[in-house]
């Protein structure tokens, strides 16, 4: 599949307190392997050979560890530098490495999906940017997404409402000129952008049915240990 995945690296991972204390959240051992690898092994069987790690926290370990190469799969490496970028910063200083379509995927999250369809549907989008969701119903964490009729209706990290069935689901797509109007090298987050696009219907939503795991907190990650576990009997 010619097209890139930014994979979200940088946070400090402070809900999973001692547990990245020393070591970066993607290193996290999970099932004996790093979190990293387990992604990467899903991208690897769903034809990605290209992925931009955006670094902070630890981020020199997590190239060290990784490389430039994993099973076929070419690595470069962008790096906040001395001040955090936040998730939206992040991205828009790894443009330059990634091409005019790139899909983003957060660090901690595990989801054995298939991406080609998802590429598919955005490719037939006129809009920017697409999130995936999930009907969650505050089940796995907070829903934050009203999604009606095959449309995103409204999205707020930090705002609820009772009409918020879906959530975000960890993995979204996005034309590069979608971060034009953000300044290179500044703080702000991803949610900054998908309200953005969604106050110029330039947001598609694309509603996954397989339930995400993550890493983001201790019970998920008991959660994700416990389904590979489960899978490798």
């Known amino acids: 599949m010619k097209i890139p995945v930014a994979i979200l690296c940088g946070g400090a991972a402070t ?15 999970v099932t004996g392997k790093p979190m990293i690898f387990h992604q990467l092994d899903i991208l690897g069987k769903r034809g990605i ?14 190239r060290d560890r990784v490389g430039c190469e994993y099973q076929g799969i070419k690595i470069d490496y962008s790096f906040d530098g001395s001040i955090p970028l936040g998730t939206g910063g992040a991205i828009k200083k790894a443009l330059p490495m990634l091409e005019d379509k790139f899909f983003v ?3 901690d ?45 409204a999205y707020g990290k930090d705002t609820k409402l009772e009409s918020m069935k879906h959530i975000d689901y960890g993995l979204s ?13 500044c703080k702000f987050d991803l949610s900054e952008v998908f309200t953005d ?16 795991y993550e890493i983001g907190s201790i019970s998920g990650l008991s959660e994700l240990e416990s389904k590979l576990q489960n899978q490798a009997r």
């Not at 050979?49 to 997590?62: D, F, Q, S, Y």
């Open 109 to 153: 999250s595990y989801l054995p999906i298939e991406y080609s369809p998802i590429l598919d549907f955005f490719d037939k989008c006129y809009e920017l940017g697409l999130i995936t969701v999930y009907n969650n119903n505050d089940k796995f964490g907070t829903s934050n997404v009203v999604f009606e009729n095959g449309k995103i209706i």
């Open 197 to 212: 696009l969604l106050k110029e219907n330039q947001l598609a939503g694309y509603e996954m049915y397989e339930r995400f």
């Open 49 to 62: 050979n290209r992925v931009v790690l955006c670094v902070g926290h630890l981020g020199e370990m997590i």
């Open 15 to 29: 809900r999973l307190g001692s547990l990245t204390k020393t070591i970066p959240k993607s290193l996290i051992l």
């Open 173 to 185: 797509l996005f034309k590069s000129w979608a971060f034009n109007p953000y300044r290179y090298e």
């Open 105 to 107: 995927l957060y660090g």
